[in-house]
C-alpha cells in the first residue's frame, strides 16, 4: 500500500485524510486538537489513523499538512520579542501606517498592538531613489551599532525594510550580511525576500510580522519534524501555504507569513476538483469550523488569488486565496450585550473547555450547545460515538440565557441560530454582492465539522437553490492537501503606464521572475513535463488606490499582450465596480508569476447507482425542533456511510456522519451523486 495522508490541524480538532494510491480507500479520522503543542495532536491523529485502516508509517508516500500556528500567535500575540532596521527617518512608519480609522465613528475601537516596540525600531542612514539607484550608500558602521543594540535587548529576530528595496536589493541583503556576522543564530527578516512589492507600510508589516513569527514557526516545525520521525514517516512532509498550494517545511520556516491562511485554502482546493466532479464551476464555499467561518467565492471553477489581506488588524502582502473570515463556528459564544440583544462571537469556546455540552466546565452557551438543544445534532454523542455529549448542561445555560432575554428556552436556542445564521450570510455577501456577483447565480459548498449543519438555512437566507455537502465534509481541509500542487510566487513592481514605452521595462521584469520560478522548480526537483508557470499583472487607473489583478495571455510579452491586458483590465473594473473609465490612463503597478509543480493526487472512482430508495442507511428517528411547525417534528436520522448513489431522501431529515451531521430542511430534496456528494436542493 501507498498511502497519502492530509492534516489539518484546526482551533478545536485535528483532522486526517487517508487515501490509498493503490486501491482508492478513502478513510477519515479525528483527534481532539492540542492547542499547547499543535505537533503532539498532528502525530497522535497520523498514528491512530494508520492504525485504524491497518497502515504503517514507512507505507506513507506523501504527508500534506495545514496549521493554525502563525494565524493563532498572530491573534494571541504569541510571537517573538523582535527588533526592526529601517531607513532613517521612517522609525515611526509601522505606527503610523496609513492614518486610516478602521472604525470611522467609534471613539473607543482598539489598535491592535505594535508588533515591535519604539526603542527596538532603529533607523539608519541610507536612501534609494524611486528609480533603485543609490542616494545616500548604506552606512555599515550604522548596522553594525543597531544589532549591537538590538542583541542587548535580547530580540529573537530582527527585520530589515528599507524604502525602495524591492527595487534594489543590495542595502538590505548587506544588512543581512551584517546581522548574521554580528548576532549569530537571530531570525532574520528582509523585505526584498518576504514582500519585494510596491506600498512601504504593507511592505513593512509584512516583514515584521515574518520576524515576529518565524522562530515560533522554526520551532513548531522542528518539532513536528521530530515526532513524525520517531513515528517512523520516511517520507518528507510538505506544509500548505495561504495560497492553496504546498511548501516544503523549510521553506514555510523561513516565510510563515505565507501560512497565515494555511487550513482553510486547502478546503477551497478540495472544493474546485469536487465541483468539477459534480459539473459545477460557479461556487461559494462555505466553510464552517469551532471558531470560525471561512468563505470563497469560485467563478468558473477558480477562486482568485489576492495579493494583500489584513490579517487581525496587520497588513499582509503575500499570495494568497480570496477567503473572508468572520467569527462564527460551532464554539462561538452566545450573550446577551449592553442592550439587552442577542449576540454570537466572534469569542470562541475553542477546544478546551469547549461547549457546555461538552461537560468540561463552560457554563456559557454556545452554537453547537444551540444545536444539542434544538436536537439538530445527536443529544446523546457526536464523532459517530467517540465523544458523549450532556444536553441537560446546554439546555441549562440557554435556559440562562432565555430568561435574561424573556424568551423560552427554544425559542432562544433557535435565536442563537437565526443570529450565527445572519453572521454567515454578511461574510457572504462581502465576497459576492458587493463584488458584483449574485448569489443566487451559484451553488452552496458547504463543509468543515459545522458547514452542513447551517447550510440550508444558510441557503434559504440568501435564496441559493442548489448545496453540495462533499463525502467527508468534516475534513474537507485535510482531503485537500491530496489534491492540490506545490506551489510557489514571485512577484516584482513595475510602476508604468500600460504604454509601448515600457514594454522593456515589463519584459524584463517577467524575464526576472521566471527564472526565479525555474530556480525554484529545479530545487525542489520538479520534473520540466510537470511545470506550469501563469503569468498576471495588478493594474488600476492612475489615480486609484487599488488594484486588479488581470491574467496576462501566453507566450512573448509584446504590443498585443498590452492590448489584452487593456481589455482584461477594463472587464475586471466593469464587474468589480460596474463602470469604465473611458479616456483614463491605466497603470501597471506589480509583475506576478505563480510556480506550480504538478504533483499526484488523489483520484475518485464514480460508483453505479442504487437506486433511489435510502431505506437502508436509515438508523432511526430524532424529533427535530423545527421553528416552521414551531414544534418537534420527528425525522428519519441516516448513515452517511450508508447511503449509496442514487438515493434520494425527502426533508425534514437529518445525515449523520462521523465528521458532521447535514440537516435537510422542510421541502427540501437530497441526492447522492455518482461521487456520493449529497446534493440538497429546495
Known amino acids: 500500500m501507498a498511502w497519502r495522508i492530509g492534516v489539518d490541524s484546526g482551533g478545536t480538532f485535528t483532522d486526517v485524510c487517508l487515501f490509498d494510491d493503490q486501491t482508492g480507500r478513502l478513510e477519515i479520522w479525528k483527534v481532539p486538537s492540542t492547542p499547547d503543542d499543535p505537533s503532539r495532536g498532528i502525530s497522535t491523529g497520523v498514528a491512530e489513523g494508520l492504525s485504524t485502516v491497518g497502515g504503517h508509517p514507512d507505507e506513507v508516500s506523501f504527508l500534506g499538512h495545514g496549521t493554525t500556528v502563525a494565524t493563532n500567535a498572530l491573534i494571541e500575540l504569541r510571537g517573538v520579542k523582535t527588533g526592526l532596521i529601517v531607513t532613517d527617518g521612517f522609525r515611526d512608519l509601522l505606527e503610523i501606517g496609513r492614518q486610516k480609522r478602521p472604525s470611522l465613528y467609534d471613539?473607543?475601537?482598539e489598535k491592535p498592538e505594535i508588533l515591535v516596540s519604539r526603542d527596538r525600531r532603529i533607523e539608519v542612514p541610507e536612501r534609494l531613489r524611486s528609480d533603485g539607484s543609490v542616494d545616500t550608500p548604506l552606512s555599515e558602521e550604522a548596522v553594525r551599532a543597531a544589532v549591537s543594540r538590538l542583541s542587548e535587548a535580547d530580540v529573537k529576530a530582527i527585520a530589515v525594510c528599507f524604502i525602495y528595496g524591492f527595487l534594489n536589493t543590495e542595502h538590505e541583503a548587506a544588512a543581512r550580511r551584517i546581522i548574521e556576522e554580528e548576532f549569530p543564530g537571530v531570525f532574520v527578516s528582509t523585505s526584498h525576500e518576504v514582500a519585494p512589492e510596491f506600498r512601504e507600510y504593507e511592505r513593512l508589516s509584512t516583514t515584521v510580522v515574518n520576524a515576529y513569527l518565524g522562530p515560533v514557526m522554526q520551532s513548531y516545525i522542528h518539532r513536528l519534524q521530530q515526532r513524525l520521525k520517531d513515528l517512523g514517516v520516511k517520507t518528507t512532509p510538505h506544509l500548505t501555504q495561504s495560497n492553496g498550494g504546498v511548501i516544503g517545511f523549510e521553506t514555510a520556516a523561513d516565510l510563515p507569513v505565507r501560512t497565515v491562511?494555511?487550513?482553510?485554502?486547502t478546503g477551497v482546493v478540495a472544493a474546485q476538483a469536487i465541483g468539477r466532479m459534480a459539473g459545477l464551476s460557479n461556487l461559494i464555499t462555505f466553510d464552517v469550523g469551532g471558531t470560525s467561518s471561512d468563505v470563497a467565492l469560485l467563478q468558473n471553477g477558480v477562486c482568485k488569488l489576492t495579493g494583500e489581506a489584513n490579517v487581525h488588524g496587520y497588513p499582509i502582502k503575500a499570495p494568497m486565496l480570496d477567503i473572508h473570515t468572520v467569527g462564527a463556528g460551532g464554539g462561538?459564544?452566545?450573550?446577551?450585550?449592553?442592550?439587552?440583544?442577542?449576540?454570537v462571537g466572534p469569542r470562541s469556546a475553542g477546544a478546551d473547555p469547549g461547549p457546555v455540552c461538552y461537560g468540561r466546565g463552560n457554563t456559557e452557551p454556545t452554537v453547537t450547545d444551540a444545536n444539542i438543544v434544538l436536537q439538530t445534532l445527536n443529544p446523546v454523542e457526536i464523532l459517530g460515538g467517540r465523544m458523549k455529549v450532556r444536553r441537560d448542561l446546554a439546555v441549562e445555560a440557554v435556559q440562562r440565557l432565555a430568561d435574561r432575554l424573556g424568551l423560552g428556552v427554544m425559542e432562544t436556542a433557535q435565536g442563537i441560530i437565526s443570529v450565527v445564521t445572519a453572521n454567515m450570510a454578511k461574510a457572504i455577501r462581502v465576497i459576492s454582492v458587493q463584488r458584483g456577483h449574485d448569489p443566487r447565480d451559484y451553488a452552496l459548498m458547504a463543509f468543515g465539522g459545522a458547514g452542513p449543519l447551517h447550510a440550508a438555512r444558510l441557503a434559504k437566507e440568501l435564496d441559493i437553490s442548489k448545496i453540495i455537502v462533499p463525502r467527508t465534509p468534516g475534513t474537507l481541509c485535510a482531503l485537500g492537501l491530496l489534491l492540490t500542487d506545490l506551489r510557489a510566487d514571485f512577484a516584482i513592481s513595475r510602476l508604468a503606464q500600460l504604454t509601448e514605452e515600457a514594454l522593456p521595462d515589463v519584459q524584463e521584469g517577467f524575464a526576472k521572475l521566471e527564472r526565479q520560478a525555474l530556480d525554484w522548480f529545479e530545487q525542489e526537483g520538479i520534473a520540466a513535463d510537470r511545470q506550469i508557470i501563469t503569468r498576471t499583472v495588478d493594474m488600476r487607473y492612475i489615480g486609484q488606490n487599488y488594484e486588479l489583478s488581470v491574467p496576462v495571455p501566453a507566450g512573448p510579452i509584446s504590443e498585443g499582450t498590452f492590448a489584452a491586458l487593456a481589455e482584461g483590465f477594463a472587464q475586471a473594473h466593469q464587474q468589480?465596480?460596474?463602470?469604465?473609465?473611458?479616456?483614463?490612463?491605466?497603470?501597471?503597478?506589480?509583475?506576478r508569476v505563480e510556480a506550480a509543480g504538478i504533483v499526484s493526487k488523489a483520484e475518485f472512482v464514480p460508483q453505479p447507482d442504487a437506486g433511489p430508495s435510502p431505506d437502508a442507511a436509515q438508523i432511526g428517528t430524532r424529533d427535530v425542533y423545527m421553528p416552521e411547525a414551531g414544534q418537534f417534528v420527528s425525522c428519519p436520522v441516516y448513515a452517511r456511510e450508508s447511503l449509496a448513489a442514487g438515493n434520494r431522501i425527502t426533508g425534514p431529515a437529518i445525515v449523520e456522519q462521523m465528521d458532521t451531521t447535514t440537516v435537510v430542511l422542510p421541502g427540501m430534496q437530497a441526492v447522492v451523486d455518482p461521487y456520493l456528494n449529497l446534493i440538497l436542493e429546495a
Open 332 to 343: 462561538s459564544i452566545a450573550y446577551v450585550d449592553s442592550g439587552g440583544l442577542l449576540k
Open 261 to 265: 491562511l494555511s487550513g482553510p485554502s
Open 107 to 109: 471613539m473607543n475601537v
Open 576 to 591: 468589480r465596480f460596474g463602470f469604465i473609465a473611458e479616456g483614463e490612463a491605466v497603470q501597471l503597478v506589480t509583475l
